[in-house]
Each structure stands twice: as C-alpha cells, then as structure tokens.
C-alpha cells in the first residue's frame, strides 16, 4: 500500500420542423439529383482532400474507417461508376462494427449508421457525446453540462460504460470517474449499432455499441496542423502526420496530436487535455499486415459541476464546484495491434490485441444543506482515487466458401479480456461556504478521510461463430456466442470478499432480402449478456445485465449509392439495468432496477446528393416503461427519456460562382418532454429545439497559392437555449452556447 504525496491518502496500485418532413424533404431532393457517386468512409477526410480531383466512385468498398477493402457488390450492382460531382463523403457504404466483416450496411440485419471524418469536421465535434449528438436513437447530454465523462444512452439504455469500444475490442470501463475519454481528432469513423451486439462481441450493451476507429497509418501523404480558439478562453493545437518512410515504403506511419488549454461555463472546471497517438503499419507483401497504435491521453477537469438543489427539487445558483478542492486528473494510455494474414483466396487470420492503463484523482465538494437562515451552505469533500489495467486479445478466422449457387463468409473467433480495478473512497467535513460572499476559494479545505479501498477484477473468455449465407438475394446472418466470466471483488476496510461465475449464450438472426432496386427489408432477433464490474454503495456485486430484441426494418439505397434510408421497428427487454443510485448525492454510486422494455421506431436517411450537398436527418420514437422494480417505478416510464427526438444536419459546399470556396452547415435537434422522476410525480422536463451552425472558407478559392489553408467557426447551442433536465429527480444545468474558430492548413 503507497500514499498519496499530494494527500496523503491511502491508495494501492495496481501490480426540424416535423421529423417525417424533414425526412421526407432530403429524400426526394436527392431523388431530384443528377446521380453523382460518393466517396467512401475509407477516403481521407475532407481537410486531406485538397489535392484530390473532383471525380468519386460508387464501387462498394468496406471500411473499418481508414483501411478500405474491396468487398462484393450488391446483386445487379455495376462494377464501377465513375462520373464528377461529390467531394464529400458524409456517407459510409460499410462496416467491420456490425459484422466484424466487411459487410454493406445495407445487408446488416440491424439498424447501423456510421458517422465519417467528414461529418466530425463538419461539426468540428469536441467530444464522443458531440459526435453522436446527430445519429438515430441516440440521446446525448441527458446529465447536461459534464465533462467528465462520454455520456450517451442508445434506445433507452445507458451504453456509456458497457458498449463502448475502440478498433473491436472492448474498451475498459469502471462504476465511477475513471474513464477513457474519447479525443474525436483521433478517429477516422464512428459506427453506431443499434440493438444488442453480444452473439459476436460478449459483454455489452442490450440498447447498442460505439465502435470507434483510430486514425491509421496511410500511404498518401498527409500533414495538417490546425489552431483552434473559443468562448470559456479556449485555446487548442492539433496536429496530423501520415505516409510512406521513404526508405522503405513497406513502412507506413501516422502521428496525431492535440493540446488545449481551456475553462469552461462553470469556475473551477477547467476542460484540458494532451493527446498523443503514434501508429506504424509494416505490410511485407499484399496478403500480410501489421499495425501498431498507441496512445497516451491526459485529461483536467472537475469532480464536480453540479448545483445545489433545494428538497422541493428546485435547482439554485448555488454551486458545488471550489477551485480549492474541485480537480479530476486523469491519465490514460493504450498500446495494441493489429494483425492480418491472408493464406488463401477463402481463408485469412486477424489478431487484434491492446493493453490500456488508466489511473485518476478527483477531488470534489458537495453540500449537504443549508443553514434556516439561507446564510450559509454546509459542505463535505469528497476524493475518488481509481486504477485500472486492462489486457484484450480477439483472434478470427475468416472463410469464404461458395457451394454451388450458394456463398458463405464464416467467422470463428475467440477473444479474451481482462480487468483489474482499483479504487478508494475518501469522505469529511468541510468548511461552510458563505452565501453572502459566497467566499470560493478562501477557505482551505482538509483531507477527508478514506472510508473504503475496493479493488475488483473480471476475467472473461468467449467464443463465437457467424455464418453470413447469401442465396441469390437472400442474405441469412446466423451469430452464435457463448461467454465465461469470473468476477472477485473485495474491500480491504470491511474484510469482505466476493466471487462471482457467470456464462451465458448470445445469439443473434438475421434475415435480410436485397432487391435489385436497392430496397432490403429485413428482420432479426438478438440477446446480449452482460456482467458489469463494481458494486453498490452498500457493498453488493451487481448481477449480469442481460436482454433481447426483435428488430424489422426497411432500408433503401439507389445504384448510385449516394443515399441511403433506413427504418426500423424494435421491441427489447433488458433485465437489472444500472442507474444512478438517487440516495447518492454525489452521483457516483449505482443500483440495479428490475425489467425495462423498450419499444418503438426509427428512421434515419444519410447522404451525399450532388452540387455540394451533403445531410442526415433521423426520428425515433421510444415507448419504454418499468415492467419489473420497486413498487414506486413499477408500470412508470424511465426519468429522462423522452419519448420523441430527432434531428437533421445539412452541410453545402460552394464549388463554382462567386461563393467558391464558402461551406455553411446548419443543424437542428429535438428533444421531446421526459419524467424528472423514475416515479413519474415529481413533474416533466421541457422540450426544447437545439441549434447548431457552421461556416468555413477554403482560401484556394482566393488563389492557388493559398490551397489547403481553411478558416472555420462552428457554433453548438446557437440560440443559447438554457433548459434544465432532471434524470432520477437530480437537475442538471445545460451545456451553454459554444463558438470556436479554427484556422487549418493542410500540404
């Protein structure tokens, strides 16, 4: 056991207007289009693209965002079409996420939208929870303004800890603050899966999963450098390298980098960060490769940004924050590869490995009450101190077998993960704050007491097999899994131990039709399985989380593929779901409740559709309700979940006239009234419209000498809308308005 030397704490180591109109809109403006192709996800984004000729292809290409692959058309799809037009690329054809192959979106039996480099840069998002702000069932920003974590729910359930991942593996989570924090300028892609995901992944989300790829190594050439300023005193560089070593073109490298200085709407929350992320790719001959990715990640904020709210449920002025005790020091890193070998033209070998390392300090204040007078507000400190060690291994073959009129891709994998966590818990009084000089600041706040050192490890092996069978049109999707887990976890000051086995079979099909006018109804069912690490506030391990889902849907996408539409029906049960403990007044604590279904609809349209017009536009409908729990929540709807949202992004790029050179981008989102209270009487949220803006110029347009540098200002929250939202009766202020400007040059 070590001290803390800033503490002295123990702690021990680690050895739109109407959706459907809006919809409607898009769809029959690129229907009016002439039929210009895209750019796939696997084209370099947008800001790497100022020497590329203004011609794209329609070929169906498969991208695990950076390293495109060819992949078999569609039935009665033209091998190439090759016309002028498009330059952007909001629009992916494919994804590894869905499949773990390179499979067309069109033909995965579920609902599955990709959000390019392009559509980042776009947005030019700042955070995960930006970034997924735009796609279909998604909700972001349910706790408000919060940056410590990636917060975001899928179809109603919490996909924060337990359905993220990073290049197909895992990435690792823990119940409290420690978290790996996603750095947007580091990816190529972003996959969203709606729906359960376990029968090839495990442990995961019932309501979805967040694939996120990492900008690889690429044999074009590509440098940009990139300054970035902004309301709340922001400041942030960045940086991205790729290409051939010119001694050896075997060798590819990419180097990736981003610092920033910022504070943000509250004081005492700073938002700052170094990210740093090397990567080599060593490919020997066409059938071999191997890519290394690395990165380190250090991240300052707040352990707190909340605001006192009264018995009644009121929400004050008053805030916890103190810049004497408010910081939450985080450092990641992460080192893996990734391995392919193709032996034959019908079988191949991917290995996919990372190590990721974590550890955090947090610091935080909260109040307790307020004294009769209202003179005075009595307040406790809080520390959290987390490590964590994370070891994934997935390992796949791949076999590509024709039999007469019927063709087969089947996957056998097996993959490893494992999880050792550690953390403890410190709690004491602190002084009063005076709510007259509301005197932050001034006060030295002592060292609380550690009350609790927990450590926890989980250990899980699975193996799976999918069998993807194509017969003329149709395309039957068959996934089996099958998952072992132990999980020990201990608290050194109670002397308690626990040790928990648990296993379990996922599964998924899958049955999709791909006509020859590009229209794929389809319909799937789906289990997930899904032991969380960690315990309540009382000790108690928390119970496998486990779930299912019938999904129908109809997705359409024209021969041109420039457009693509998506519906899609749901109906899931998910059983002991976490949710933030409400006794907790710190917010770090969890429960499990009961049963919670969730039904409704989606429907989604992405597309890049001529004369420099890109968009997405999506609805979804939710009707979730409490089946099984606590008699108070028993037949309620969840808090926080509205039961309508949607959202459209339209993004123009003048390429001719006067205005070459000008892109405008204009976004609207939804968000539908919810419950305050799980309980359903403590009253509703509002509804309220964001918006969001962009304008960028591309100075080639002035002259040639001046190609690749750009100017940029983006704006989120454009109207400054300032509505608080109530998730388990706690209330949370909202992210307020942002303006950042950026200057890039790319050579």
Known sequence: MEQDSDTGNACYPIKLAKPGFVVGMVIILAATVPAEARNTNGTPSDSAQQNVPDTTYAKVRSSSAGNPAQSRPHPGTPEIISVKGVRQNFLASSSHAGTKTDTPLIETPQSISVITRTQLDARNVQTLSDALAYSPGVRTNIYGF???????????????????????????????????????????????????????????????????????????????????????????????????????????????????????????????????????????????????????????????????????????????????????????????????????????????????????????????????????????????????????????????????????????????????????????????????????????????????????????????????????????????????????????????????????????????????????????????????????????????????????????????????????????HQNHGLMTDPTDPTGIYQIQRGQVRSRGFEVSATGDIGYGFSFNASYTYLDLKTMKGDASTQGKIPSGMPANTASGWLDHTFDSGVLKGLGTGFGIRYIGSSFRGDTNATGKNKSMFLMDAAVRYRFEAVSPGLRGLQLAVNLNNLAGRNIVTCQADFCYRPLARTVIGSIRYNW
Not at 178 to 194: A, C, H, K, Q, W
Not at 302 to 315: D, R
């Open 146 to 572: 919060s940056p410590r974590l990636d917060q975001f729910i899928i179809r109603g359930f919490d996909v924060t800890n337990y359905g993220v991942y990073r290049d197909g593996l895992r990435q690792p989570v823990t119940p409290s603050l420690l978290s790996f924090r996603t750095e947007p300028y580091g990816l190529d892609s972003i996959t969203v899966v709606n729906g359960p995901a376990s029968s090839i992944y495990g442990l995961s989300s019932v309501g979805g999963m967040v694939d996120l790829e990492t900008k690889k190594p690429t044999e074009k050439r590509i440098n940009e450098v990139q300054f970035q300023v902004g309301n709340f005193s922001r400041y942030q560089g960045e940086f991205d390298f790729s290409g051939q070593l010119p001694s050896d073109r075997r060798f590819t490298y990419r180097l990736t980098g981003l610092f920033r200085d910022s504070d943000t709407q509250m004081q005492a929350v700073p938002d700052n960060r170094i990210y740093i992320a090397p990567a080599f790719t060593f490919k020997p001959d066409e059938n071999t490769r191997l890519t290394v990715l690395t990165n380190f990640q250090k991240d300052r904020t707040g352990g707190s940004m909340f605001n006192y709210q009264t018995t009644e449920g009121v929400l004050t002025n008053i805030h916890y924050a103190d810049p004497r005790w408010n910081n939450l020091d985080q450092t990641t890193y992460r080192l893996g590869y990734e391995f392919e070998h193709r032996f034959t033209n019908f079988f191949s070998f991917q290995q996919n490995f990372r190590y990721a390392h974590g550890d955090s300090n947090a610091h935080y204040l909260y109040i307790s009450g307020i004294s009769d007078d209202g003179t005075s507000a009595t307040r406790r400190a809080g520390q959290v101190r987390e490590q964590l060690n994370s070891v994934g291994l997935d390992n796949q073959a791949k076999f590509d077998v024709k039999t007469g009129p019927v063709t087969q891709k089947i996957l056998l994998g097996i993959d490893y993960l494992f999880t050792d966590y550690r953390t403890s818990y410190a709690d004491g009084a602190a002084p009063s704050l005076n709510l007259i000089t509301l005197n932050y600041g001034a006060q030295a706040i002592p060292t609380p007491s550690v009350y609790s050192i927990a450590h926890a490890g989980q250990t899980q092996v699975g193996v799976y097999l999918q069998d993807q069978i194509r017969f003329q049109r149709w395309l039957l999707t068959l996934s089996g899994r099958h998952d072992w887990v132990t999980t020990n976890s201990g608290n050194y000051y109670s002397h308690t131990s626990q040790h928990q086995h648990d296993d379990a079979f996922s599964g998924r099909v899958g049955l999709t039709y791909h006509s020859a006018i590009g229209l794929a109804p389809y319909a799937s069912y789906a289990t997930s399985f899904n032991p969380t690490i960690g315990e309540t506030k009382n000790g108690t391990s928390f119970r496998p989380i486990t779930g299912n889902q019938y999904e129908v849907g109809l997705k359409y996408q024209p021969l041109s593929q420039r457009l693509l539409v998506t519906a899609a029906a749901f109906d899931i």
